[in-house]
């Protein structure tokens, strides 16, 4: 049988689940160090590659041959240039360089390793997550030789994890779920009733995370280093190695007030002690930024914090001790303890991918998936560019028209009417947006997919043109422009089964030995 997996594709750590032969979701462990997180580092030289902790344990000696972070650049065009330690603007001569499709290949290569004949998996994604970077996830999959059944949204694999708990009665109602990891934030609004999950709403940032906190306390040991040397430190070069260095300490100020370190640097090592509240000082714009986006799902859900019975956290970096504090501070109740953090998102994977997948079952494990229902919801704006009348400007002007809201239930399905605006019109063009706003300005919002209707004859204007957009809970958009008149239709499916160049990064992987 086929076995099914879920997988927590993340910035910091990534994860791989299964299920066990009586449906219980369990995280595998790593078969270098047995631990049931990896690190989502990849060390990268003479096409043989290294991920995980070994991954990391090459910073020092090879900075520039360790890519981190490979998450946030997938939306992106750049690559990772192997000896220079930098992602750079994509090209096709340098051939020592690897896409983020690529590197994030190499991390479920790794992770596939870890259970036996798997071929099928759901990944998860942050709720915001672009079209693109949602279709490069997709990509590494294939790379990878998975056969991703859906794509699901942290936040709500979450929830699913927390909707299949043997003690799920006790902890019904309106639950906030505050995912927060190493490069993404997301904070999503469920009504739990029994082991039915209904999302209301998602908010987030993408680039809101524990390595913006690093960031910040790179920034605080290279001051306090100044201080103690008279010369800064050598970020240009060696910033992943200090990275590495402000995580421990991150670490090891969640557990105590102070903290002291020994920092190697230009003029020699030098002994540094900051305190809990230095650092917590030092990431107080993104302390901030968390409690607007709080506030925001609350408000967009249309609930008070009196009116959530829990805040269930998920991500690493919910173990900073300012975070909970901070919870506290808007939802006026400390958040719900006893799962863990680091493994609900993969774990909800796999619950999810039963739930998707369910012939590949044995009895058992249909009996304790089949009671988890979801209801997830499109965490963006979904629309097309139009022509409207500016009677300011007193001339036509493009427009973004929106078809599908945000926190629409999903399946979602609209149709509009629009005309033609010219005489003997010959075709329209076709622009398909993205935003996570309610954007008309076309300037702030992701064209995802161009096309063209033609017609085959000229009508004067006022020719009727349906639009179809259809959104299914795996995130797949499927549009349609129709000809009312000749029926002529232009239809596209937005998830395409590959990119352009992806038989190109075949050759490349099959060429790499992956430890």
Not at 466 to 490: A, M
Request: charged share 30%; with cysteine; glycine share 6%.
């Amino acid at each position: 049988m086929e076995k099914i997996i879920g997988i927590d594709l993340g910035t910091t750590y990534s994860a791989i689940a299964q299920l066990d032969d009586l449906g219980n979701p369990e995280v595998l462990a790593s078969t270098d160090n047995n631990k049931k997180i990896t690190a989502s580092a990849v060390y990268i030289k003479d096409k043989n590659v290294i991920v995980g902790d070994k991954a990391l344990d090459a910073l020092a000696a090879t900075p520039k041959n360790v890519v981190t972070e490979t998450k946030r650049q997938m939306e992106n065009d750049a690559v990772y240039s192997i000896g220079t330690g930098k992602w750079i603007d994509k090209d096709d001569n340098n051939k020592d360089s690897y896409t983020p499709t690529h590197i994030s290949s190499f991390i479920l290569s790794k992770l596939k390793t870890y259970a036996s004949d798997v071929k099928k998996a759901v990944i998860t994604v942050p709720a915001l997550f672009a079209e693109k970077a949602r279709v490069a996830t997709l990509d590494a999959a294939k790379m990878a030789g998975i056969e991703v059944i859906s794509l699901i949204n942290e936040p709500t694999a979450a929830a699913c994890y927390y909707a299949s708990l043997p003690n799920v009665k006790k902890i019904t109602g309106k639950i906030l779920v505050f995912d927060l990891g190493g490069g993404t934030f997301d904070v999503t609004v469920c009504d739990v009733q029994g082991e039915k999950v209904e999302v209301i709403t998602s908010r987030g940032d993408k680039w809101l995370g524990g390595k913006d906190f690093d960031k910040e306390l790179v920034n605080l040991i290279n001051n306090k280093y100044k201080n103690a040397a008279g010369q800064e430190l050598d970020l240009e070069n060696k910033n992943p190695i200090y990275m590495e260095i402000a995580e421990q300490i991150k670490r090891a100020l969640s557990v105590r007030e102070n903290h002291a370190e020994v920092i190697e640097g230009p003029a020699g090592p030098k002994k540094i002690e900051i305190s809990r509240s230095e650092f917590e000082q030092s990431i107080q714009t993104h302390i901030e930024k968390l409690k607007m986006l709080m506030e925001e799902a609350l408000e967009g859900s249309g609930l008070k914090p009196e009116n959530v019975s829990h805040t269930l956290l998920v991500g690493g970096s919910t173990r900073i001790p300012i975070i909970t504090k901070t919870i506290e501070t808007v939802m006026k109740k400390p958040p719900l303890k006893g799962v863990n953090v680091d493994e609900a998102v993969a774990a909800g994977a796999v619950v999810y991918a039963g739930m998707q997948s369910k012939k590949n079952l044995n009895e058992a494990q249909k009996k304790a998936i089949e009671k988890v229902k979801l209801q997830d919801v499109c965490n963006f704006y979904l629309g097309t560019l139009v022509q409207e009348d500016d009677l300011i400007l007193n001339r036509k002007v493009t427009a973004n028209l929106i078809l599908i809201d945000r926190d629409t239930p999903l399946p979602a399905t609209k149709t509009d009417r629009l005309v033609t605006i010219y005489d003997d019109q010959e075709a329209i063009s076709i622009d398909i947006t993205q935003s996570e706003g309610r954007e008309k300005n076309k300037e702030f919002v992701n064209i995802i997919h161009q096309g063209r209707l033609e017609f085959p004859d000229k009508k004067p204007k006022g020719r009727a043109i349906d639009v179809t957009y259809t959104y299914d809970n795996s995130g797949k958009l499927h549009c349609s422009f129709t000809d009312v008149t000749s029926r002529k239709k232009y239809e596209i499916s937005l998830r395409p089964e590959s990119a352009e160049d992806l038989k190109k990064n075949y050759e490349v992987i099959e060429h790499i030995v992956i430890e």
